[in-house]
């Protein structure tokens, strides 16, 4: 299992700026294709981006254009730079290992866009 730890969210205006890392813990950091995902409340989990360990990234429509992943193998972190930021991006944060068996979710990082 890979422990994760989110943090770098905040309360930001609408048309703000944030920058969330997520910190994993095991040696093979760099094999492991990443996502971040948001849960908005009374809302599901949702996918929003995925980098690839060869680098690879994927975006979700809500946010392609406004949100850029990035990883530092060396660091053993994950990082996803959020602009243009609107209201409708609040919600709680995670980041999670892209593999065939289950990981278990930290503990994630809230964000919240005011109007």
């Known amino acids: 299992q890979v422990q994760l730890v989110e943090s770098g969210g905040g309360l930001v205006q609408a048309g703000g700026s944030l920058r969330l890392s997520c910190v994993a813990s095991?040696?093979?950091?760099?094999?492991?294709?990443m996502g971040w995902y948001r849960q908005a409340p009374g809302k599901r989990r949702e996918f929003i981006t995925r980098?690839?360990?060869?680098?690879?990234?994927l975006y979700d429509v809500s946010v392609k254009g406004r949100f850029t992943i990035s990883r530092d193998n060396a660091k053993n972190t994950v990082y996803l730079e959020m602009n243009s930021l609107k209201p409708e991006d609040t919600a709680v944060y995670y980041c999670?290992?892209?593999?065939?068996?289950?990981?278990?979710w930290g503990q994630g990082t809230q964000v919240t866009v005011s109007s």
């Open positions: 999670n290992v892209i593999a065939p068996t289950p990981n278990p």
């Open positions: 095991g040696s093979d950091f760099s094999r492991h294709d």
């Open positions: 980098i690839t360990s060869g680098g690879s990234t």
